[in-house]
């Protein structure tokens, strides 16, 4: 696969749903890859990448922003409260917003810097022990505290459980959003991302299929 099938499917799923051309943001998802096939979606112009660690966006991104104008960058992973700073400095959308305690750092920090990516609440649809994110039951009310600290709220995120069908997922993430008034739905992956099409995601977070299989010997 690659970039330029990746984003005929996309216009393809949109089309097919009947959402209007450029509905979907693709975030290339470069985390693990190695530097010359980032470096190879960037010469094709593509600008809009996602990365989940703090640090390892850090090792690639500055210099990659100083040789390239416009790149715009998603933190997509989970983010610890002492690392906050630093993902302000980096990031230019926070998708992990997942608990109260980041949400009054961000608010503290934005106070300070006089500036706030915007961010998307990650909601934990599986209701997996082990995966970040506020259960749906805890969505409404996380929703109003991020609202109410004054922090520019987009939308919703999910990473669905690997083992079921990601469209009722997706379908709950849509539900959560359109109750509580927000237009941004962050989901769909490689696997997956054109049923989160049809199911109104606005931004897709495609990894493998775009630089192929993550080598994480
Ligand atoms: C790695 C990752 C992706 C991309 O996964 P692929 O299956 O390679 O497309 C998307 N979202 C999150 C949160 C990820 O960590």
């Given amino acids: 696969m690659g970039l ?7 216009l393809a799923a949109e089309i097919a749903a009947g959402r209007p051309q450029g509905a979907t943001e693709l975030i290339a998802v470069s985390k693990v890859q190695p530097l010359e096939r980032v470096e190879a979606v960037l010469e094709a112009g593509h600008r809009v990448f996602g990365e989940n660690r703090v640090q390892e966006a850090q090792g690639k991104w500055p210099d990659f922003k100083e040789r390239f104008d416009g790149v715009e960058l998603h933190l997509i992973g989970p983010l610890q409260t002492n690392k906050a700073r630093a993902a ?3 990031f230019d959308v926070i ?14 920090l934005a106070d300070e810097t006089g500036h706030c990516p915007p961010v998307f609440i990650q909601v934990n649809t599986g209701e997996e022990p082990q995966k970040a994110g506020l259960l749906p039951a805890e969505t409404d009310a996380f929703v109003t505290q991020v609202r109410d600290l004054g922090l520019p709220l987009r939308g919703l995120m999910c990473i669905p459980p690997v083992d079921e069908e990601p469209s009722l997922h997706f379908a709950l993430l849509a539900k959560l959003a359109e109750r509580n008034g927000l237009e941004g739905l962050s989901m769909g992956m490689s696997s997956d991302f054109e049923s ?22």
């Fill in 88 to 90: 302000f400095e980096l």
């Fill in 95 to 108: 998708h992990s917003l997942d608990r109260p305690k980041l949400a009054t750092t961000f608010a503290r």
């Fill in 196 to 217: 989160a099409i049809a199911l109104g995601a606005t931004h897709v977070r495609v990894g493998s299929a775009i630089f192929g299989d993550r080598d994480y010997g």
């Fill in 4 to 10: 330029k099938e990746i984003r005929e499917r996309i």
